[in-house]
Nanobody, 120 residues
Framework: QVQLVESGGGSVQAGGSLRLSCAAT????????MAWYRQAPGKQRELVAV???????SYADSVKGRFTISREYAKKTVNLQMNSLKPEDTAIYYC??????????????WGQGTHVTVSS
Protein backbone atom coordinates (compact mmCIF):
# COMPACT_ATOMS: atom_id res chain seq x y z
CA GLN A 1 0.00 0.00 0.00
CA VAL A 2 1.42 3.35 -1.05
CA GLN A 3 0.61 6.48 0.92
CA LEU A 4 1.65 10.10 0.70
CA VAL A 5 1.98 11.56 4.17
CA GLU A 6 1.90 15.35 4.38
CA SER A 7 2.92 17.66 7.19
CA GLY A 8 3.64 21.31 7.87
CA GLY A 9 0.43 23.20 7.23
CA GLY A 10 -0.89 25.85 9.58
CA SER A 11 -1.83 29.47 10.02
CA VAL A 12 0.45 32.43 9.41
CA GLN A 13 0.17 36.16 8.86
CA ALA A 14 0.75 37.70 5.46
CA GLY A 15 4.45 37.94 4.70
CA GLY A 16 5.25 34.88 6.76
CA SER A 17 6.61 31.48 5.77
CA LEU A 18 5.60 27.86 5.99
CA ARG A 19 7.24 24.65 4.89
CA LEU A 20 5.25 21.65 3.70
CA SER A 21 6.64 18.14 3.47
CA CYS A 22 5.31 15.00 1.84
CA ALA A 23 6.79 11.53 2.16
CA ALA A 24 5.92 8.56 -0.01
CA THR A 25 5.62 5.49 2.19
CA UNK A 26 4.94 1.83 1.55
CA UNK A 27 6.31 -0.73 -0.84
CA UNK A 28 7.20 0.40 -4.35
CA UNK A 29 10.10 0.55 -6.81
CA UNK A 30 10.56 4.26 -7.31
CA UNK A 31 8.97 7.70 -7.39
CA UNK A 32 8.95 9.75 -10.56
CA UNK A 33 7.44 13.24 -10.61
CA MET A 34 6.23 14.79 -7.36
CA ALA A 35 4.11 17.90 -7.16
CA TRP A 36 2.05 20.18 -4.98
CA TYR A 37 -1.46 21.28 -5.84
CA ARG A 38 -3.84 23.51 -3.93
CA GLN A 39 -7.55 24.09 -3.76
CA ALA A 40 -9.01 27.26 -2.36
CA PRO A 41 -12.64 27.42 -1.17
CA GLY A 42 -14.98 27.55 -4.14
CA LYS A 43 -12.18 27.11 -6.66
CA GLN A 44 -10.76 24.27 -8.72
CA ARG A 45 -7.63 22.44 -7.70
CA GLU A 46 -4.58 24.02 -9.32
CA LEU A 47 -0.99 23.00 -9.84
CA VAL A 48 1.46 24.92 -7.65
CA ALA A 49 4.85 23.33 -8.34
CA VAL A 50 6.37 20.22 -9.89
CA UNK A 51 9.66 18.42 -9.31
CA UNK A 52 10.59 15.79 -11.87
CA UNK A 53 12.70 12.75 -11.17
CA UNK A 54 15.38 14.29 -13.35
CA UNK A 55 15.58 17.36 -11.14
CA UNK A 56 13.63 19.89 -13.17
CA UNK A 57 11.17 22.18 -11.42
CA SER A 58 8.34 24.39 -12.57
CA TYR A 59 5.94 26.73 -10.81
CA ALA A 60 2.60 28.42 -11.24
CA ASP A 61 3.07 32.08 -12.15
CA SER A 62 1.28 33.10 -8.96
CA VAL A 63 3.98 31.57 -6.74
CA LYS A 64 7.16 32.10 -8.77
CA GLY A 65 9.87 33.74 -6.72
CA ARG A 66 8.09 33.00 -3.45
CA PHE A 67 7.77 29.19 -3.32
CA THR A 68 10.52 26.62 -3.74
CA ILE A 69 9.96 22.91 -4.34
CA SER A 70 12.73 20.49 -3.40
CA ARG A 71 13.25 16.73 -3.28
CA GLU A 72 14.99 14.44 -0.87
CA TYR A 73 15.33 11.45 -3.17
CA ALA A 74 16.65 8.99 -0.61
CA LYS A 75 13.72 9.74 1.70
CA LYS A 76 11.18 9.78 -1.16
CA THR A 77 10.16 13.21 0.08
CA VAL A 78 9.13 16.46 -1.55
CA ASN A 79 9.09 19.79 0.26
CA LEU A 80 7.48 23.13 -0.50
CA GLN A 81 9.05 26.19 1.09
CA MET A 82 6.54 29.01 0.98
CA ASN A 83 7.78 32.54 1.66
CA SER A 84 6.12 35.94 1.45
CA LEU A 85 2.75 34.31 1.87
CA LYS A 86 -0.35 36.18 0.81
CA PRO A 87 -3.99 35.75 1.87
CA GLU A 88 -4.71 34.41 -1.62
CA ASP A 89 -2.38 31.48 -0.87
CA THR A 90 -4.96 30.22 1.61
CA ALA A 91 -6.01 26.74 0.48
CA ILE A 92 -5.77 23.05 1.13
CA TYR A 93 -2.44 21.89 -0.28
CA TYR A 94 -2.20 18.39 -1.74
CA CYS A 95 0.88 16.36 -2.47
CA UNK A 96 0.88 14.31 -5.67
CA UNK A 97 3.29 11.64 -6.84
CA UNK A 98 3.79 9.24 -9.73
CA UNK A 99 4.88 5.99 -8.13
CA UNK A 100 6.24 2.92 -9.91
CA UNK A 101 5.03 -0.21 -8.14
CA UNK A 102 6.49 -3.71 -8.34
CA UNK A 103 4.28 -4.55 -11.31
CA UNK A 104 6.35 -2.04 -13.28
CA UNK A 105 3.44 0.31 -13.79
CA UNK A 106 3.21 3.95 -12.75
CA UNK A 107 0.34 4.98 -10.49
CA UNK A 108 -0.86 8.41 -9.52
CA UNK A 109 -1.29 9.10 -5.78
CA TRP A 110 -2.64 11.98 -3.72
CA GLY A 111 -1.95 13.00 -0.14
CA GLN A 112 -4.73 13.72 2.31
CA GLY A 113 -4.27 17.48 2.11
CA THR A 114 -2.95 20.00 4.59
CA HIS A 115 -4.53 23.35 5.40
CA VAL A 116 -2.68 26.61 4.89
CA THR A 117 -4.33 29.79 6.15
CA VAL A 118 -2.78 33.21 5.58
CA SER A 119 -4.34 36.14 7.40
CA SER A 120 -3.96 39.77 6.39
Amino acid sequence: QVQLVESGGGSVQAGGSLRLSCAATGSFLSVNDMAWYRQAPGKQRELVAVSTRGGSTSYADSVKGRFTISREYAKKTVNLQMNSLKPEDTAIYYCNADVVRYDGLEYHYWGQGTHVTVSS
